[in-house]
């Protein structure tokens, strides 16, 4: 039973996953560095925290959800020292498999437990409840913290020791990163050609180049609403991150090492990448003087 839980990170995908524990009947206590994120928290029960140190002194288990390593080692650092041994810290930020590892030995300095368990999905699935959960421990080692993850997503995949969630998550950004950027070059080179934007979107989604990512982001790019469910810059940190785990392992990847190319172009050069990740397509339009 856990009694209160912390969360860490209330932005984009950290505040919808905080309702939806709220909404479960949890107990939660939260803290993010700009406390205004987290205040219309408040209404639906939550607490929050002046500090990480604060947060770490009251909760035994505690979920991250920041934006990448130097978030989390930042965090992990300042409140390592406040966690309560025998505690646990269930990370749902997009690290590097490296990371992952770095903390789960500083943590386990202090009888901290530390579970990597990156999600798959944005905004809209963390706010239905949704998202899927790449977990770096075995069902039967986590059984405890399963209502959290139910209470959040859709789906667990237990994929073993730790650094495995978080290297199935980066794997599988690398397919998306893929995905969004070739339907943006191909809008792009349609609409160049004198198809109507809109007429392309419907030929691919009823064909076989259809995909989730076209699903969801294909609307919003031709309606230019790129309102941020998952930011530009996250998909390049996530590209370069997988470039150095591909690198590591000595794999060849000149698909990967292209796109990496154009998210750290349209990162620098479409309102510094704050915008949603289909705001690609902006990069391109550019290019054609548009």
Same mark, same amino acid.
């Given at each position: 039973?856990?009694?209160?839980?912390?969360?860490?990170?209330?932005?984009?995908?950290?505040?919808?996953?905080?309702?939806?524990?709220?909404g !479960?009947?949890?107990?939660?206590?939260?803290?993010?560095?700009?406390?205004?994120?987290?205040?219309?928290?408040?209404?639906?029960?939550?607490?929050?925290?002046?500090?990480? /140190?604060?947060?770490?002194?009251?909760?035994?288990?505690?979920?991250?959800?920041?934006?990448?390593?130097?978030?989390?080692? $930042?965090?992990?650092?300042?409140?390592?020292?406040?966690?309560?041994?025998?505690?646990?810290?269930?990370?749902? &930020?997009?690290?590097?498999?490296?990371?992952?590892?770095?903390?789960?030995?500083?943590?386990?300095?202090?009888?901290?437990?530390?579970?990597?368990?990156?999600?798959?999905?944005s #905004?809209?699935?963390?706010?239905?409840?949704?998202?899927?959960?790449?977990?770096?421990?075995? $069902? &039967?080692s986590?059984?405890?913290?399963?209502?959290?993850?139910?209470?959040?997503?859709?789906?667990?995949?237990?994929?073993?020791?730790?650094?495995?969630?978080?290297?199935?998550?980066?794997?599988?950004?690398?397919?998306? !990163?893929?995905?969004l950027?070739v339907f943006?070059?191909?809008?792009?080179?349609? &609409?160049?050609?004198?198809? #109507?934007?809109?007429?392309?979107?419907?030929?691919?989604?009823?064909?076989?180049?259809?995909?989730?990512?076209?699903?969801?982001?294909?609307?919003?790019?031709?309606?230019?609403?790129?309102?941020?469910?998952?930011?530009?810059?996250?998909?390049?940190?996530?590209?370069?991150?997988?470039?150095?785990?591909?690198?590591?392992? #000595?794999?060849?990847?000149p698909?990967?090492?292209?796109?990496? /190319?154009?998210? #750290?172009? !349209?990162?620098?050069?479409?309102?510094?990448?704050?915008?949603?990740?289909?705001?690609?397509?902006?990069?391109?339009?550019?290019?054609?003087?548009?």
């Amino acid at each position: 039973m856990i009694d209160t839980l912390g969360f860490i990170g209330t932005g984009i995908m950290g505040a919808p996953m905080v309702w939806r524990l709220l909404g !479960a009947g949890l107990k939660v206590i939260v803290y993010n560095r700009t406390t205004a994120k987290s205040q219309a928290l408040v209404s639906g029960g939550a607490m929050i925290a002046i500090s990480a /140190q604060e947060l770490a002194r009251q909760c035994d288990t505690i979920i991250l959800m920041l934006s990448n390593d130097d978030a989390v080692r $930042e965090v992990v650092s300042d409140f390592k020292s406040d966690l309560k041994p025998g505690s646990t810290i269930i990370d749902c &930020s997009t690290l590097s498999p490296s990371a992952s590892v770095a903390m789960a030995d500083m943590l386990a300095e202090v009888n901290v437990r530390y579970i990597d368990a990156p999600v798959t999905g944005s #905004r809209p699935q963390a706010e239905v409840g949704e998202l899927a959960f790449l977990i770096g421990a075995s $069902e &039967s080692s986590v059984q405890r913290f399963v209502p959290l993850f139910q209470a959040m997503g859709k789906r667990m995949f237990f994929l073993g020791d730790v650094g495995r969630g978080t290297t199935a998550k980066a794997i599988n950004n690398m397919v998306v !990163a893929v995905n969004l950027a070739v339907f943006a070059e191909a809008l792009s080179l349609a &609409s160049a050609c004198g198809l #109507r934007e809109e007429d392309f979107l419907d030929i691919v989604r009823q064909s076989g180049a259809h995909s989730a990512m076209i699903e969801h982001k294909g609307p919003r790019i031709v309606s230019r609403n790129f309102e941020p469910h998952f930011a530009l810059k996250l998909m390049h940190k996530d590209a370069a991150l997988v470039q150095k785990l591909a690198s590591e392992h #000595r794999q060849w990847t000149p698909l990967l090492d292209a796109v990496e /190319q154009v998210y #750290r172009k !349209a990162a620098a050069e479409v309102d510094g990448g704050r915008q949603d990740v289909g705001s690609v397509y902006l990069m391109y339009l550019q290019g054609q003087g548009r």
